[in-house]
């Protein structure tokens, strides 16, 4: 079974400043979705980025980048120049197929 | 393009009794996957439904059951609710697989 493993329960960071959030997983499959899902208060889940396993440019939009290494199973979401509405419930997700499987989740704040 | 709209946003139920939560996905996505949401499980996947089909189900009891209609819409019921039920329900869906998945804002159940 694959699963989502997310070690930050908890981060913070200055505006206009750098983070990155960990994601590491488990899984014997070789192709595979990624994602990284912010939830902010209002609860809806957002798409922030998406990886595909195949591909091993990583992928980016705008202000957020992943760092994927596949063979280490390790799947970091770097946000760049921070802003107060980043803060948010952050989830890393793996899907194979038609299953989604999501860590645990870190809180993210930004300072102002 | 309206998004994916859940009803109701908050429920209250007492043990014992049954709930119907309802999804209407995205015009035109014909996936629509459900998610419990919970402080101590995190985010957990139900099931998914294509075309009327279950097509996936995740690790729950025989009293959590969905089904969708040929408009796509899908409602999820749970029977004999019991207070460990009170989670947050988000409804996703998608064009065909899980590829990117939108979310609804969730209803918000809660056991008494």
């Known amino acids: 079974a694959q699963t989502v493993t997310q070690s930050q329960p908890e981060m913070s960071v200055q505006e206009a400043e750098t983070v990155t959030l960990s994601c590491t997983y488990d899984t014997s499959e070789n192709n595979y979705y990624l994602f990284w899902y912010k939830q902010p208060p209002s609860r809806q889940m957002i798409l922030v980025i998406r990886?595909?396993?195949?591909?091993?440019q990583n992928a980016t939009e705008n202000r957020f980048s992943v760092n994927f290494q596949k063979a280490a199973k390790s799947f970091s979401l770097k946000i760049s120049d921070s802003q107060l509405g980043d803060t948010a419930m952050y989830f890393c997700a793996f899907m194979k197929g038609n299953d989604m499987r999501f860590g645990a989740g870190t809180r993210l704040t930004v300072k102002p | 393009k309206a998004g994916v709209t859940q009803t109701p946003r908050y429920l209250i139920k007492t043990r014992g009794q049954q709930v119907t939560l309802s999804c209407s996905p995205i015009?035109?996505?014909?996936?629509v996957s459900w998610y419990q949401q919970t402080p101590g499980q995190g985010l957990q996947f139900l099931f998914e439904y294509f075309s009327e089909t279950q097509r996936n189900k995740g690790n729950f009891p025989g009293r959590f059951s969905g089904r969708q209609f040929s408009n796509s819409r899908s409602e999820m019921n749970v029977s004999t609710l019991e207070l460990g039920d009170s989670a947050l329900y988000l409804c996703a869906s998608s064009l065909r697989s899980v590829t990117e998945a939108f979310f609804g804002q969730g209803t918000r159940l809660t056991v008494v």
């Open positions: 990886q595909e396993a195949y591909k091993q």
């Open positions: 015009s035109g996505h014909r996936s």
